[in-house]
């Protein structure tokens, strides 16, 4: 399998998280509205501990460091806090992944044998057989790209050097993906854009590193 087949898998793969990100910020707006609420009352008494610490007369760093784990208004509002923002983080989490679930096994187990990205790029996902692949498959093919994302794409890398061009995931769900490599002009174009945002990106924390280090040695 050709670098130009992973290109296209991966240009139709981002193209599926562009068109998922609303509805995942959606899905765990309320969450992640109940993280910044956790987050704020955790600053709050943050301040207000160090208020009453300092009135007390504790300056000294260890001293104050002591005078806040004494203080048990202040340690029962940062565990309410940590406990509330780990729950809610969890919740925003999971309606995330339940949302990204839904659109991957939905669309991969259809008629469409796609997601909109890969039909857009003229992909589709079949059983080894060059089945629809149904529902459980299509689970088990999800389920099993996960590894991959934790490995920074190792699993989907694989894809070229099979002559298969077959994923890690592909492999266990006994899945491939079928279709036309060749890049569109707009495709091509998308991937530009990814790499601008990442050339931008990597320059912007190289130029803010660099200030950190001249400040420094000021």
Known sequence: MSAAAF??????YTLDLALLSP?????????????QAAWRGMEGAIQLALDRAFAAG???????AGALQADAAFMAAMTQGMEA????????GLWAWLVVAAYFVGFEASPWRATPGKRALGLRVLANDGTTVG???ALLRFV??????????????????????RAGHDLVAGTRV???????????????L?????????????WTAMQAVMVLGL
């Open 58 to 64: 504790h300056i000294a760093l260890l001293d104050l």
């Open 23 to 35: 509805f995942v910020v959606g899905a765990a707006w309320r969450p992640l509205q109940v993280v």
């Open 135 to 137: 529902l459980p498959r």
């Open 7 to 12: 290109k296209a898998r991966y240009a139709a």
């Open 178 to 192: 079928d279709g036309d490599a060749a890049l569109p002009a707009w495709a091509t174009a998308w991937l530009g």
């Open 144 to 165: 099993a790209a996960g590894p991959s994302w934790l490995l920074l794409h190792l699993g989907h890398a694989l894809v070229m050097f099979r002559d298969d061009g």
């Open 85 to 92: 923002l780990f729950a809610s983080l969890l919740s925003a």
């Open 194 to 206: 990814q790499a601008a945002a990442v050339a931008l990106l990597l320059g912007w924390v190289a």
